[in-house]
């Protein structure tokens, strides 16, 4: 349901369920020039939250799930509030 309300925002987003670590997925999507990266697991679900990872800098922070796409549209498109 995330993916499909970043891409209906019109946000360029990818999905992977490999089993591979996360250094290697991190590794693709620095590859694919992404800018940031989410994560959710079991513990962000319970937690209702997911993780934006800045893939330039480094940095992450915890989102709650319910303003991932504002948040994300608030980085990508640097939106004034």
Known sequence: QILETLR???IHATITFDDRSF???FRDADRANARYA???GERELAE???ILQNMKRG???NLDLDKVEDVV????????K
Do not use: H, M, P, T
Request: no cysteine.
């Open 38 to 40: 989410l994560v959710l």
């Open 23 to 25: 250094k290697a997925q």
């Open 8 to 10: 209906a925002s019109g």
């Open 59 to 61: 940095d992450q922070e």
């Open 48 to 50: 209702n939250e997911i």
């Open 73 to 80: 549209q608030d980085r990508l498109y640097q939106r004034k």
